[in-house]
């Protein structure tokens, strides 16, 4: 196994991205954590408050809150789901992944290593990172900002021997005893008996130690993806163009996408929200619904549909809070990949089921839709349009078909454009004209249907047609019939 733990020393800081600069948190009047400007003011953890605004008076303080960085905890475990499926969270400042079956997928251990800092750091947190063969191990690590990866549990005793044993967590009564034998780092605490310290400082530590070395097992509660996502984050500031909003969506995106990788699914819908500033006028929150062609967990492509809608949303007021919602994901059928290599997938390399969406996003969910077949002779109640649906891995407008394949079965030729209504055509000497004379290349073929609906209104009626495939002047391929009224034009095929 090879666990990779993820410290969080100033994640009661960063869930208040609103707060002014200096800036610290507190608890029970004492300073827990201090930003950069605060620190090197002087204001340390563990300072009173009088004694932190004696040095700092425009020091903005803001109280500890621990609901906050529990859910900031389990957004990141989500997000984490984009890598590895064993995740444990332990509060109120560390995660643990196990990222021993990941390393192929990911390119190795320095490649993986590297993009969860990176991807941990853009979600606006500041880790301490570390890899061991033992969840303890890496916590120790982690604590000291030991960045070097220890992948051999032999390496062990070395690696963890030159902690300070500041970074064991323990107790100051614990602490001081072990200074009066001489021990100041781990390396020391490694060369007493092990006997001797479980007599001194209890069973629970020499087992703690005796698990970070490897030689007992160490099992972890594993955290529990929900059933469904619903997140959160706080704007560092109020945002009233909607634009801005993207950057922060993406964050919740990015935890959406870890989510729906650990649930092996995909979504085509999810919600967003965006509260308002609370005031006299208190606004309802604005939302927004994005829908996709298909099933996706793509990042990229859901934060190019939120964009779309961005572009065109005008927020009633400033807003203060965003909020994602996704419901039970649904299965994303698998692939495989040719030996060769895939084929274009359409103009710049994008998708059927992009393109729908940002069709659908620009003009909205009302203007794009597919077809679906309609057991009906009329030409006109034939088919109805439904909601577009893109198979995965689809690269054919084939694919763009709904729950009902719309299928021909007729053994004569359809056109895929029917106008409106069938517009009447001039008639020479028995032969139909549309920009002059039409000639006949197939039919007759009968259609006469719709006797139960000829006395209600709007309705087709019943019809008796003989249709044609014909050809004009300018080389158009026209779908015409004729019926008692005269001669009609009611399909284009190019």
Known sequence: MLWLALHLPLLPLEVFPSLPSPSAIVSRERVVVADAAAVSAGVLPGLRVAEAWAFLPALAIQERDVGRERAALTRLACWAGGFTSEICVLPPQTLLLEVAGSLRLFGGVALLFERI????????????????PT????????????????????????????????MLDLAAQSRARLAS????SV?????????????R????FAVDLARALGELPDPRARFVFPECFSEQLELPMRVENAMALGFVGRR???????????????????????????GAHQRPATVLVLRFA?????AERIARVLGEHLQRLELPAAAELISLRA?????????????????GGGAGGESLAALVERLQARLGSGSVHALSAVAEHRPENASRPVPPRVPARERSPVGLLAAAALRDTSSAPRPLWLLARPQILREVAGQPQCGGPLRLLAGPERIESGWWDDAEPATVGDVRRDYFVAISLRLEWLWVFRSRAGWFLHGVFS
């Open 117 to 132: 800092v990176t991807s941990c750091s853009e979600l606006g947190f500041t880790p301490r990172a570390a890899l061991a």
């Open 135 to 166: 969840p303890l191990a890496a916590q120790w690590l982690a604590f000291a900002g030991d960045r070097e990866p220890c992948l051999d549990a032999d390496q062990l005793p070395e690696r963890l021997g030159r902690l300070p044993l500041a």
């Open 181 to 184: 034998f001489g021990v100041h």
């Open 187 to 199: 390396a020391d605490l490694l060369r007493l008996p092990r006997a001797g310290l479980a007599r």
């Open 201 to 204: 400082l209890g069973a629970d």
């Open 252 to 278: 919740l995106i990015t935890s959406l996408c870890g989510w729906l990788a650990a649930r092996r699914g995909g979504i085509s819908e999810c919600i967003f929200e965006f509260a308002h500033e609370r």
């Open 294 to 298: 298909g099933a996706t967990r793509d």
């Open 327 to 343: 419901e039970a994901p649904e299965a994303l059928p698998g692939h495989t990949v040719s030996l060769l290599g895939e084929y």
